[in-house]
């Protein structure tokens, strides 16, 4: 498994209570959920590599 680095993060209590209650309707940890969210968005916006149907990254052309 890849390294994981730790950071404090200030965060409105409301968005922080929808992320909480969108974790468990999801069987994630808020930690897993948070990392899912920011994965996708980064993935959408063209930021990250997006896997391939192996699940593995792809490499971003150009």
């Known amino acids: 498994m890849a ?4 950071f404090l993060l200030r965060i409105d209590p409301a968005v922080l209570d929808a ?7 999801d069987l994630r940890s808020l930690n897993g959920q948070l990392e899912f969210v920011l994965r ?3 993935q959408q916006e063209g930021r990250l590599a997006s896997p ?3 699940g593995k ?3 971003r052309g150009g």
């Open 3 to 6: 390294e994981r680095k730790s």
């Open 19 to 25: 992320l909480q209650k969108w974790a468990a309707d």
């Open 40 to 42: 996708r968005t980064l």
């Open 52 to 54: 391939d149907a192996s």
């Open 57 to 59: 990254p792809r490499k």
